[in-house]
């Protein structure tokens, strides 16, 4: 009977594994899948025809946990993982739940949805989130054009 404990534990930890790993695969599918919409609505490289504003941005990165986001660790201010395609932002400028389009300076865009907010992040700057610290710091201070494409609807 105790040959069938550890084994049995073992069979627990794979699954275990396996429902981690799809829990994981399943986030990044979402992530993917709220951006489509908006991403299907221009080509690549190409602004977005629909918009609402063009702000002139000064964007940095950073990083999901303690050393870029302290005691927040790799959730955003919505609570949502930090992950690439996600921007923090000044809500007063862009507000929190809206979807944007980043063109960099060399002519190239990215789809992104603004879902964190940061102590330094105040008035024309983003912080788009990438996976690494060592991607952070690749990424520098960029000036870009962001497009908001959509916002969420104030109540009255």
Same mark, same amino acid.
Request: positive net charge.
């Given at each position: 009977?105790?040959?069938?404990? =550890? ?11 396996? $429902?981690?790993? &799809?829990?994981? &695969?399943?986030?990044? $599918?979402?992530? #993917?899948?709220? $951006? %489509? =919409?908006?991403?299907? &609505? ?12 063009? $702000? ?5 990165? %950073? ?15 919505? *609570? ?10 000044? =809500? ?12 960099? =300076?060399?002519?190239?865009?990215? !789809? ?6 940061? *102590? &330094? ?17 690749? %990424? ?6 962001? !497009?908001?494409? #959509? ?6």
């Amino acid at each position: 009977m105790s040959n069938n404990r =550890p084994r049995t534990k073992n069979k627990t930890m794979k699954k275990f594994k396996c $429902l981690a790993a &799809a829990a994981v &695969a399943g986030a990044a $599918l979402m992530s #993917s899948v709220i $951006l %489509y =919409p908006i991403a299907a &609505a221009a080509t690549p490289n190409t602004p977005p025809e629909d918009y609402k504003k063009v $702000l002139n941005i000064t964007a940095t990165a %950073y990083a999901p946990g303690p050393h870029d986001n302290d005691q927040w660790g790799s959730k955003t201010y919505i *609570g949502t993982q930090i992950r690439p395609g996600i921007i923090a932002v000044d =809500p007063k400028v862009i507000p929190l739940g809206s979807k944007v389009y980043i063109e960099y =300076p060399d002519g190239h865009g990215v !789809y992104a949805v603004a879902e964190d907010t940061g *102590g &330094a992040i105040k008035g024309h700057r983003i912080d788009v989130a990438k996976w690494t610290v060592p991607e952070a710091y690749d %990424y520098g201070i960029q000036h870009v054009k962001v !497009y908001v494409v #959509s916002s969420p609807e104030k109540n009255a």
